[in-house]
């Protein structure tokens, strides 16, 4: 007797309209529904966290257009299972070529993809977790469209377990309560095939009559869910636990979960990329030495690879952690992008203005500027920002010594301007 599909894939979508979520691409109106039902696909590259629709969204469109479908893992394929669709596909009109996890492709392999996409012999459709800018190459990127897919809020994970409990030929012959649903959601993480994995799990322990509530699930996922698993089950939870970590000065702890994701498979560009955002991020001027040796450590493990780069990225978590922390840069761009949205394109003040023509000099773009080099300390108290928003700190120095010493410089010369 054949084995029973998961109840994911009992209940994947086959239409836009049974799809959870994604409405700004798959509602009525939208730019990827339009050019569904128009027959007229770009290549594209679906690019959102695990569990939200790529893969469905790629076999919705093979079926609604009724084109050949090939899908490829670039876990498990190369160039040479690349090369055999494409010669396939030359055979075959409107074929469509799937490739899950396409970061893994190496520039090699991406490159193998170019000519089939820019002749037409495929429509490509590649996913990924990552950011398409950093780990698909300029070339293919530049062919293809990137739509990016959204988490799955709540109301959307609550409508998927009674659609399950409701319609699931398996789910619906046992006499299923769901009185609560808060750990389900929690432990997802906005996963679909995660919750319905976890619904299956605890139906399963439960029996016949399942009453879920959070207790049940907690005490169930405790016993049955793996630690980390090399798909990334438990990939936002680790990163999570190992930046908190690190931006909580605790080395020990930054190792652990370090350790946990280089058990479990995590790609290795992923942890440094991740480091590398939080030198700046909770670091910053506090000790900018900590971005360089992150963005070292970026450079280094994409040479090194596994199994040595994990010195290196130890190395690297043990500095981070053990740095005086600030988050004032963060806090200042964040403050400024909500003062942009909060009053829109202000005008640059004239006396700033680039003045490259006469007819600009004549209407007064540059006039007053004041050059800080031609005054004492190298600094002239003049406004820089909008008159709308003049005299407003959005930079606030952090409590740690390097900052201190700008602070007190600053305050020197803006004196009681801003609020240093």
């Known amino acids: 007797m054949a084995s029973l599909p998961p109840l994911a894939e009992r209940l994947r979508p086959n239409t836009l309209d049974e799809l959870a979520g994604q409405q700004h691409l798959t509602g009525k109106g939208s730019i990827l529904r339009t050019a569904i039902e128009n027959g007229k696909v770009p290549s594209m590259i679906l690019w959102g966290p695990p569990g939200v629709g790529k893969t469905t969204i790629a076999n919705i469109i093979a079926h609604t257009l009724n084109v050949p479908f090939y899908q490829l893992s670039a876990i498990s394929s190369g160039v040479k299972e690349v090369r055999e669709v494409i010669e396939l596909a030359k055979k075959q009109r409107h074929v469509i070529l799937f490739i899950d996890e396409i970061h893994r492709f190496n520039k090699?392999?991406?490159?193998?993809?170019?000519?089939?996409?820019?002749k037409g012999i495929i429509t490509l459709i590649g996913a990924t977790t990552e950011n398409p800018?950093?780990?698909?190459?300029?070339?293919?990127?530049?062919?293809?469209?990137?739509?990016?897919?959204?988490?799955?809020n709540e109301k959307d994970l609550v409508g998927l377990l009674k659609l399950a409990i409701k319609n699931d030929d398996v789910l619906k012959t046992k006499n299923i309560t769901l009185k609560e649903t808060e750990a389900l959601i929690n432990i997802s993480g906005g996963d679909a095939r995660k919750l319905f994995n976890l619904l299956e799990l605890v139906t399963d322990a439960l029996g016949a009559d399942a009453i879920?509530?959070?207790?049940?699930?907690m005490e169930i996922a405790q016993q049955r869910i793996a630690i980390y698993d090399k798909k990334g089950e438990q990939h936002y939870d680790i990163i999570s636990a190992f930046i908190k970590s690190i931006r909580g000065s605790d080395p020990n702890a930054a190792v652990y979960w370090l350790a946990r994701m280089i058990e479990g498979g995590e790609d290795?560009?992923?942890?440094?990329?991740?480091?590398?955002?939080?030198a700046s991020e909770d670091i910053g001027n506090a000790n900018p030495n900590a971005l360089l040796l992150a963005n070292a450590t970026f450079d280094a493990v994409n040479k090194i690879g596994w199994p040595e780069s994990q010195l290196i990225l130890s190395q690297c978590a043990i500095y981070?952690?053990?740095?005086?922390k600030s988050n004032a840069a963060t806090v200042a761009i964040g403050a400024a992008i909500s003062a942009v949205k909060q009053h829109g394109d202000l005008?640059?003040?004239?006396?700033?203005?680039?003045?490259?023509?006469?007819?600009?000099?004549?209407?007064g773009y540059g006039k007053g500027y004041e050059y800080s080099h031609n005054y004492q300390n190298n600094f002239s108290p003049q406004e820089y920002l909008p008159d709308e928003i003049k005299?407003?700190?959005f930079?606030?120095?952090?409590?740690?010594?390097?900052?201190?010493?700008?602070?007190?410089?600053?305050?020197?010369?803006?004196?009681?301007?801003?609020?240093?």
Request: aromatic share 8%.
């Open 108 to 118: 090699g392999q991406q490159d193998a993809l170019l000519g089939a996409v820019e």
């Open 133 to 152: 800018s950093f780990e698909v190459n300029s070339a293919l990127l530049s062919r293809t469209q990137v739509y990016i897919l959204k988490p799955l």
């Open 212 to 217: 879920i509530s959070n207790d049940a699930v």
């Open 268 to 278: 290795v560009k992923f942890i440094a990329r991740r480091m590398l955002i939080l």
């Open 320 to 324: 981070l952690a053990g740095s005086a």
């Open 347 to 363: 005008s640059v003040p004239l006396h700033i203005r680039n003045a490259p023509t006469k007819l600009m000099k004549k209407e």
């Open 391 to 393: 005299g407003t700190s």
């Open 395 to 420: 930079y606030k120095p952090g409590k740690n010594a390097r900052e201190e010493e700008m602070h007190k410089y600053l305050k020197m010369l803006w004196k009681d301007k801003y609020n240093y």
